[in-house]
């Protein structure tokens, strides 16, 4: 029960801070581009729920699930909405770049399969040290289009690095459905013609995906070389702010929100799980939040004399 | 010691190799093979194939590698075979190496050094001939290094490799069988300031890389009739070091930029535009510049020859600004 409640509450603080960040946008608090996790959530806290603090995560531009999983304070993670310069990035990130050295979070690439190669690395230098470490490598769907993918799975596979990848299939790239940009539709069967295990997972159940990522992180750190989880899932809300979504039927965004990972796991935990005690956590929820967004309107701006900083690092040669 | 350009790459990174264990090499051919360019020959052999590490023809996913192993706390080598290929890793480059550090508010910093062929003059044609160190030169958050001489082979890696911040280092394919002497404790040298190579009174000229040999012979030829030349090695392509050829172009009045590089958009418009911008009033002449004409690089020896810098068009333009044509 306590492990179902932790889980619980990660994937709701993931909800919510988005439904605010959502209405900030509106608001023109937050601007740029804000690609939202809302229905994805079990993905990432399933995920994450398996790393240990020395292992290391990479992520997408569509990362606000993934920092908050991983422990990226929420105060940090909204002042980088925000721009502040108390932003887990200085501001110079936004949202679709948020970073933590102290949480190993690697950040949010906004290239699609830009990250891919980058996580090989970072598994290669733990395999170089002999650390039983595991990368955790989050992409969609769309990024198995790229060269990269190909490449970053052989190259792993090849040297037998601990990478675990993280396809999060939401069926859309962008507005471009799973059908039209696939030719063979079997992510995991593509992901196996490179001599790694990998397999699908149903990304809507969070005690799934957590079985899944147990099974494959003890595999990794066992020397078995890279895996690749297919996590089937689904936005719920449009690519970006920007996004009309002309590209799909409602009926369609209806019939998995009847799938909606959160409802599923509070029903799982009933009836021990009392009304009351969602009451309770939301509220705690909320409140953190209202923290966040309180210290992110209130936290100072980058003087404009910083500009130039961090393009190299400031140390004497 | 009588050595060759080759032969002193090949040193520097067998002296960072055993200096520093978190360094190591990696590439396409970089072992077995002992390098397109025979650079690692025999390092396999001494260093073991862990680090002296062979890559399968991926140049995203292993410049990317590269980039992860880098902000992982080890200090990689990437060895792209040559700059036409590095077009496959301009993504990781740009977007990540170069980009990092800022977009994450100065928390990853990437200690990356990626050595690549470049230049024409081999016969290779259009595609194994690009000079785009011009192009990296653009990017903020990249040390470009050009080493144009055997102790500059020798020398600049090991600077590069305590640099926190990526550098690329250009090796002119012209230059590996360049042989001659070096000091038997040559080792580091800086990588911030350009260097004059030859000093002169009536005209500066600045290059870099593979046309400092022909820029120097030009020079030759410029004294035989009564024309003293300077010449500038930059060195480093990014940051540049202005201060050096403006001071000379503030006694010599007259300059000539010779780049091996396409005119439009170039590094070389680039120091021309500087002079413009801080030493108008010193010149006596417009600045001129000699680069690559403006096309794919050819296979036929008398068109690559045609196409790229030589001595006697250096010469030509030399003489141009000093005796107005």
Redesign the interface.
Known sequence: MKEHLDLLREMTRIRRFEDRCAELYSAAQIRGFLHLYVGEEAVAVGVVSELDPQD?VVSTYRDHGHALARGVPMDAVMAEMFGKVT???????GSM?L???GHRF??G?A?VG?G???????????A??GEPRVVACFFGEGAAAE??FH??L??AA?WRLPVLFCCENNLYAMGTSFAKEHAAPDLALRASSYGLAAWAVDGMDVLAVREAARRATESIRAGGGPCLLELRTFRFRAHSMYDPERYRDKSEVVQWRDRDPIDRLIAAMRPDFTDDDLTALETEVAAEIDHAVAAAEAAEIEPVDGLT???????T? | MKTTYREALREAIRDAMRRDERV?LMGEDVGSYGGCYAVSLGLLEEFGP?RIRD??L?E???????????????R?IVEIMTVNFSLLAL??IL??AAT??????????VPLVIRMTTGAGRQLAAQHSHSLEGWYAHI??L?VLAPATLEDARGMLW?AL????PVLIFEHNGLYNLSGDLADDAGPVDI?RAAIRRQGKDVTLITYGGSLAKTLAAADDLAADGIDAEVIDLRTLRPLDSDTFLESVRHTHRAVVVDEGWRTGSLSAEIAARIAEEAFYELDAPVRRVCTAEVPIPYAKHLEEAALPQPASIAAAAREVVRGG
């Open positions: 290391a932003g887990c990035s200085r501001g110079r990130g770049h970073f933590d050295s690697f950040g690439n290239i830009g891919l190669p980058v996580a090989v690395g970072l598994a290669l230098a733990h170089m040290r060269g990269e490449e970053a052989n190259l090849l900083r961090f393009v190299t690092s400031e140390v040669r | 190591f862990e890559t399968p991926s995203s996913a292993f410049v990317g590698a590269g980039i992860g192993a880098a902000l992982n706390g080890m990689p993504d990781q977007n990540n990092l550090l800022h977009m994450s508010g100065g928390q990853f910093p903020p958050g040390r600077p305590c640099d926190p911040d911030t």
